[in-house]
């Protein structure tokens, strides 16, 4: 949880692994909405291939060099990320929703 | 989760920059970029486990067998988890925001009320869908 002590810190050394982990946390993002998308696919092709798409999307933001600041650019990455996840959900109610109810 | 995927407390590193008069009320300023990089992966496994929510909902309603003598118990199995996912979308985007702002005006970061929602409300599922499984049992099987 906490930096202990702090200089110890293998990241004061090389805090490029900050900058590493991050870049993998959005690749691991970005194929979890792939593996979302491909699943979709089969029976809910119109909303798998958009879901396909935003992964590429995603993938491509998460490789973004430089500029990772607070500024807008880097809001609206993470606005995006939000608006896949409820959109994707509102498809997955409405799919539920108009199944049969057995 | 890693120790990496938590911002932790926000104790300004030894090698930045400490700008004449912080200690004045309100003033806020870059936070160190590990602080802002922790903030961002926090807030992606979080996004991954709203969509892994919404997924698993979307196939409990989908893909399992119907429960016999229990019409609509899919529905609800997973519709509440589909509505949890969307709601730890929102909440984890929120929370990301509160924590940036926290980290810029050098304050204690906001306690998280992500994993208390998430636990409660999976184990209430968990409840139903064990009532919902027993009910079918019984139903069916006088």
């Not at chain 1, 291939?49 to 990455?77: D, E, F, M, N, Y």
């Not at chain 2, 929602?117 to 006088?142: E, K, M, Q, R, Y």
Request: aromatic share 4%; proline share 8%.
């Amino acid at each position: 949880m906490s930096h202990p002590g702090g200089t110890d810190d293998i990241e004061d050394a090389d805090p490029g692994l900050a900058a590493e982990r991050t870049e993998l946390a959005w690749t691991r993002t970005a194929i979890s909405f792939a593996a979302v998308g491909a699943a979709l696919l089969r029976r809910h092709p119109l909303a798998g291939i958009p879901v396909l798409a935003l992964s590429l999307l995603i993938w491509q933001l998460g490789r973004l060099p430089g500029s990772r600041g607070t500024g807008r650019a880097h809001t609206r990455r993470l606005q995006l990320i939000t608006a896949g996840v409820t959109g994707i959900a509102l498809a997955a109610l409405v799919i539920t929703l108009a199944s049969g109810w057995e | 989760m890693s120790r990496a995927d938590s911002p932790g407390s926000p104790e300004p590193s030894p090698g930045s920059p400490d700008p004449a008069g912080a200690a004045a009320g309100g003033e806020e300023r870059e936070p160190d970029a590990r602080f802002t990089w922790a903030n961002e992966r926090t807030f992606l496994a979080w996004s991954r486990t709203a969509l892994a929510l919404v997924v698993g909902g979307l196939a409990v309603a989908q893909l399992l067998p119907s429960f016999p003598g229990v019409p609509g118990a899919r529905h609800i199995i997973g519709i509440p988890l589909i509505m949890l996912g969307a709601a730890i979308a929102v909440l984890s985007y929120t929370e990301w925001q509160a924590n940036q702002r926290a980290l810029r005006r050098g304050e204690p970061l906001p306690r998280s009320r992500l994993p208390r929602l998430l636990a409660g409300t999976i184990a209430v599922i968990a409840l139903l869908a064990t009532a919902l499984a027993l009910l079918s049992a019984v139903t069916s099987h006088p």
